[in-house]
């Protein structure tokens, strides 16, 4: 599982993380370098200016299809279909 984690991916914590960190069990957020420590990864959270140093243990991958954090703001229909009222 070490070799799923690499950098651009998504990610959230797992079971272990969540009780580990609770402050963090809701988060989601893409792995963004390594670290000096050879069983961590440092992930920026959505809506963190800056990464955090974790276990690898403490976090999972997301499913692309799981991931409703990124598309939540984009309508689901095209601009141009949307009726404009006056």
Aim: aromatic content about 4%; glycine content about 8%; overall charge positive.
């Amino acid at each position: 599982m070490k070799s799923d984690l690499s950098v651009g991916v998504r990610v959230r914590l797992s079971a272990l993380g969540a009780s580990r960190c609770a402050r963090l069990a809701n988060k989601t957020g893409t792995i963004v370098g390594g670290s000096v420590y050879a069983n961590s990864v440092s992930v920026l959270f959505d809506g963190n200016r800056s990464r955090t140093t974790i276990h690898r243990e403490y976090v999972e991958v997301m499913l692309p299809g799981l991931d409703t954090t990124r598309d939540s703001t984009t309508p689901t229909r095209p601009a141009s279909t949307i009726a404009m009222r006056k």
